[in-house]
């Protein structure tokens, strides 16, 4: 594949329904735009209900006809051949993930390249840990459980991180025996497709592997209402995870959310402040500040604020911002329009708060793109919109506190759960503030750094359910418990004697 440009002209994106890449069935179409410029890349096939109808049922046909009969062997020969195939593919992958999200290329060569560590992961630990409990009572009975595959997962997956996310669900519903309809973001369709042309290649049986273009207003709700895709993972925005909720309640729909954060950084003034400083400006601006996961709230002890803060605003002058395939860019434009009106919108909402806004340097050469340059808000109150609502950009509250319960309040004083951090060199207090912050995960001394063992996750409005290691089986299994008499136990004898 030659060098991927801005400039260069990309075929259009079809549907990928039971091993065919097909139009929609309405032949509608909508444009995909280039953030970084800000013109179109291509066309995307616009799927509606009965493409979803259609994806659904060949999905539920695989599943219970060729993929549901393979051994287990079979099945993950087919799960590391996928992880494969991505590898061969990196170095193509990567480009057109940074085109299509203005994601600079350094950061997404690493995401795909974590893209098929999911897949060898998944097949490992489904050989290893998808395995039951027994429970013998005396020489009586042995009671013991099974995982069972559920049957067709609806994905629906987010813009920010498309291909890595898209295949850290993929990966464990195809491992455990699931078959997959995938419903990607609209405004990244492009990595997705090269996913779908990567599945196709490594031949799984027809209908296994699944991909609907489109709204979710559209694709995305015909795929939550229907009836025979019992599985719904959805990783993006609060609001929208509670709609699907909602609209997936009457089938009693078994549901994986993924939602909003607004995670705070704790730095104390007895911590490795130059380490701390890395993860700070690390964990809000990689990425473009467009995660989840971002710590997006940065408290730092009175007595170290003004030196720490001053510090922090030289590295902001210093961040690189600039075109996404360029390896020396640090931050990119935000992914669209809407987007990135949305994050000015708080900025303009900072001010009016009093808050002061202090912003990095984009060149006037990307005047065409989506750029909001790496920002922090200082003068903030903890209940201040800004400090309240994701903004889910370049954009960071700073705050200081007095002491250590304080920190906890303010940290906790918030709808959202995700993740958290805390910086201090004593680890007595290290353990107790991590374990007092209301987050599903929590960091010490470290930046986001993932173990794919581990659960990932929030609490409160951050989500329900767990994802990563075997806890992605409570998920994508159904557990079946067997109970076996192991001899003639006794049956009550309803009955066997005549009335008199």
Partial sequence: MKELTHDSKLDDIQLYINGEFVQASSNETFENKNPFTNRPINRVASGQKSDIDMAVSAAKAAFKGEWGSL????????????????????????????????????????????????????????????????????????????????????????????????TWKIAPALATGNTVVLKPAEWSPLTANRLAEIIDKADLPNGVFNVVHGYGETAGAALVAHPDAPLISFTGETKTGSEIMK???????????????????????????????????????????????????????????????????????????????????????????????????????????????????????????????????????????????????????????????????????????????????????????AQKVDAGMMWVNSQNVRDLRTPFGGSKHSGIGREGGYYAFEFYTEVQIVHVALGDHPIPQFGKEKRT
Wanted: aromatic content about 10%; some cysteine.
């Fill in 247 to 433: 609209n997936g309640a009457d089938p009693l729909k078994r549901f994986s959310m993924e939602l909003g954060g607004k995670s705070p950084i704790i730095v104390f003034d007895d911590a490795d402040l130059d380490r701390a400083m890395d993860a700070v400006t690390w964990g809000i601006f990689s990425f473009n500040g467009e995660r989840c996961t971002a710590n997006s709230r940065l408290f730092v002890h009175e007595s170290i604020y003004d030196t720490f803060v001053e510090q922090l605003m030289e590295r902001v002058e210093n961040i690189l911002v600039g075109d996404p395939l360029d390896d020396r860019t640090q931050v990119g434009p935000l992914i669209h329009t809407n987007h990135y009106e949305n994050v000015k919108r708080y900025l303009g909402i900072a001010e009016k708060e009093g808050a002061r806004v202090v912003s990095g340097y984009v060149d006037e050469a990307h005047a065409d793109g989506n750029f909001v340059p790496p920002t922090l808000l200082l003068n903030v109150t903890n209940d201040m919109t800004v400090a309240q609502e994701e903004i889910f950009g370049p954009v960071m509250c700073v705050l200081p506190f007095k002491d250590e319960n304080e920190v906890i309040e303010m940290a906790n004083d918030i709808r959202y759960g995700l993740a958290g951090y805390v910086w201090t060199n004593d680890m007595k207090r290290g353990h107790r503030v």
């Fill in 71 to 166: 051994k287990l062997k079979e099945r993950l020969a087919y799960i590391n051949r996928i992880a494969d195939l991505i590898d061969e593919h990196i170095d193509e992958i990567a480009p057109l993930e940074s085109l299509d999200t203005g994601l600079p290329i350094h950061q997404t060569k690493k995401m795909v390249a974590r893209a098929a560590q999911n897949f060898r992961f998944y097949a490992e630990m489904v050989s290893t840990r998808l395995t039951g409990d027994a429970y013998q009572v005396d020489d009586d009975f042995l009671n013991y459980t099974v995982h069972k595959p559920v049957g067709v997962a609806g994905l629906i997956t987010p813009w920010n991180a498309p291909f890595m996310l898209e």
